[in-house]
């Protein structure tokens, strides 16, 4: 039976597994049609946390915090598959070589690829969540102030439900209401090139670049100025799009272009991160079969905040999932050769991205995750190393796409389980209580895919409508991403081209970085440091994104600035973070709540275009005060 026995607390109980399962399932469905629909998926670990400490400590009166952090930690596992599929699977149709979604190849990649997530993590642990410093998992310790807050109660609750209800205010006038416009952009011609710029109007995005601090969003911003203030203006003034500079839609065309900067960039910040880390993994590593060996000659097991999952159910379950991807391409493919290959390719790519997107979460936040890039990055190598083994066809790319799926879903998935295992280390979680969590929640959330995928692509269509009736066809749901990825498939099995020029561009300012980093402001230990990934981020990034998450970090470093004392600047820190983590919660319950009218396809009239930009702007202006404002003294 559970307790509250500081040794064996209530965490890992019936009703936060099932509570999480249900949360989780919902937030998945709607992730799927959100992601299709938009090419981007929300984050349910704060708005499952916020609906789970509603349901345990509203309704049901129980339920401790620990409890609350395994509901949103399951939750959040199922949800992050989401973006896993819908940016790959979909290609097999649009590609033409599926007709519908297969229900087993789908459950199957999902499933495995979470898997591996969840399990190629476990061993990072230590190194990158917890003796990490320069990884900051910014939702990840929103997540975990939200959970303080309500389980406290008192002022600190009120911050964070206050500036929680702001974020749903904002969101739903933007993107529910159409009251504000949810970018302001405008472009220039100047000369014979163009000029964009934007900003979005985003609280969730502010409050990552305050949680996340200057540094790192100040390095974002450089990237997306690398893209957008430099290489979209020389690509428009040398490069022939075929259609005028006044046309609005050469912003996507161009927008498509930069964006192979970005991944050049994030090859080079991929490769140095594991260099980088390569002591954190090595000692993952030995720590897994150190504990193995501890294990079987029976030594005493570490405290319970530091117990990792079983060694050996750790490299049962690796194996176990690498078999199954193997018989699974066979499934696909009728091919043993392409199959082993394709499974080496998966174990080598998902081990390295696994590490990769960590480090990138614990940087700008998963919301912010390239996860597309680093999945181009796998197509590329995939389909690269397969066409040199002369496969070709059909079956190879399905081995490719397959190779994608589950590497997108393993990266998917550990992004979410650094947030949420960050999270847990701070309030006191049990992490191999949250590693099962993590396993139940992708398990259950991968048999909805086929089902969720089957059913859009039979009323909606995804990609393409011609297998529906006339009337319905002209309004298929874009995926953008697997539309992506299915003309990447013709690079090496087709006559498509990439920018390879961008690419390599892309690459040598990753190496530009790390060498003005490593030459200049390392040995003078300068404060500030220029690290390759978050601005390769940047690079990929619309250049919005990248504007506000500055506003956030330079309105964090005015507001601690003007106090006198350290103690006085981490409290206001403190208190910045806590109404940030609002701000995260509010915008993320708003964007799962808006895929409802959105998808009973309600459409309310807007206000003119300058009313929205005017007031979008307010707004922003307003959020911003509100954070900079120093709070009034305590009465004694």
């Known amino acids: 039976m559970s307790s509250d026995h500081p040794l064996h607390p209530r965490e890992l109980t019936v009703q936060a597994v099932v509570l999480g399962v249900l949360i989780g399932g919902v937030m998945t469905m709607a992730n799927v049609y959100l992601g299709l629909f938009a090419g981007m998926t929300v984050s349910a670990s704060i708005p499952a946390a916020v609906i789970s400490m509603g349901v345990l400590r509203g309704l049901m009166k129980r339920g401790s915090i620990l409890e609350n952090n395994i509901a949103q930690t399951i939750a959040s596992a199922g949800e992050s598959l989401a973006a896993g599929i819908i940016f790959t699977m979909p290609a097999l149709v649009i590609a033409g070589v599926w007709t519908d979604f297969d229900y087993w190849t789908t459950t199957l990649v999902s499933m495995t690829g979470g898997m591996l997530g969840v399990l190629f993590m476990i061993p990072l642990r230590r190194p990158m969540i917890v003796e990490n410093r320069d990884l900051t998992y910014p939702e990840g310790v929103a997540c975990a102030r939200v959970l303080e807050a309500g389980d406290r109660g008192g002022s600190a609750v009120k911050q964070v439900f206050g500036y929680l209800g702001l974020g749903v205010l904002v969101k739903a006038c933007a993107d529910g209401l159409g009251l504000i416009a949810g970018e302001l952009h405008g472009a220039w011609i100047v000369g014979k090139s163009k000029l964009f710029l934007g900003l979005t109007v985003s609280p969730a995005l502010i409050g990552v670049g305050w949680i996340v601090g200057f540094n790192i969003a100040a390095l974002v911003f450089v990237g997306g100025s690398i893209s957008w203030l430099a290489a979209a203006p020389w690509l428009t ?155 070709s066809g059909s079956s190879a790319i399905l081995a490719t796409m397959g190779v994608a799926g589950v590497v997108c879903c393993a990266t998917c998935s550990s992004g979410d389980v650094c947030q949420d295992l960050k999270t847990g280390s701070l309030v006191g979680a049990t992490p191999y209580r949250q590693q099962w969590a993590e396993v139940i929640g992708v398990v259950t959330a991968s048999f909805l895919m086929a089902p969720v995928l089957r059913l859009l692509h039979a009323t909606k269509g995804i990609g393409t409508d011609v297998h529906l009736p006339e009337a319905l066809q002209g309004h298929a749901l874009s995926a953008p991403q697997a539309n992506l990825f299915a003309s990447l498939m013709s690079v090496f099995f087709g006559v498509t081209q990439l920018p390879w020029g961008l690419i390599a561009t892309g690459a040598a300012v990753g190496i530009a970085i790390i060498v003005l980093d490593q030459m200049v402001l390392l040995p003078r230990r300068s404060k500030f440091r220029l690290f390759v990934m978050p601005t390769a981020v940047g690079m990929y990034l619309p250049f919005g994104l990248s504007v506000a998450m500055l506003i956030g970090g330079l309105a964090c470093w005015w507001a601690t600035r003007k106090e006198v004392s350290e103690e006085a600047r981490d409290a206001r820190h403190e208190r910045g973070i806590l109404q940030c983590s609002g701000l995260i919660a509010g915008e993320a319950i708003a964007g799962v709540l808006l895929a409802i009218p959105v998808a009973l396809g309600l459409v309310l009239p807007l206000w003119s275009h300058a009313w929205m930009q005017l007031s979008g702007a307010l707004l922003l202006l307003a959020v911003l005060l509100l954070l900079m404002r120093r709070p009034a003294p305590e009465r004694a």
Do not use: H
């Not at 480090?359 to 190598?381: A, D, E, F, R, W």
């Open 237 to 391: 003034a040398t490069k022939d799009y075929g259609i005028p500079l006044e046309d609005p839609g050469i912003l996507g065309l161009v927008k498509q272009d930069v964006r192979f900067l970005g991944v050049g960039a994030m090859i080079v910040g991929g490769l140095w991160s594991i260099l980088q880390i390569r002591k954190g993994i090595r000692a993952g590593l030995k720590a897994t079969f150190g504990g193995y060996k501890a294990a079987m000659q029976g030594k005493e097991p570490p405290p319970r905040t530091e117990q990792d999952m079983d060694q050996r159910w750790l490299m049962l379950l690796i194996l176990a999932t690498t078999i199954i991807v193997l018989f699974l391409y066979f499934r696909v493919t009728g091919l043993w050769g392409e199959s082993l290959l394709a499974t080496g390719l998966m174990v080598v790519c998902s081990f390295f991205f696994v590490a990769v997107a960590s480090y990138i979460v614990g940087l700008v936040g998963s919301s912010n995750s390239p996860v597309s890039g680093m999945t181009i990055v796998s197509v590329l190598l995939t389909s690269a190393v397969i066409a040199a083994f002369g496969f």
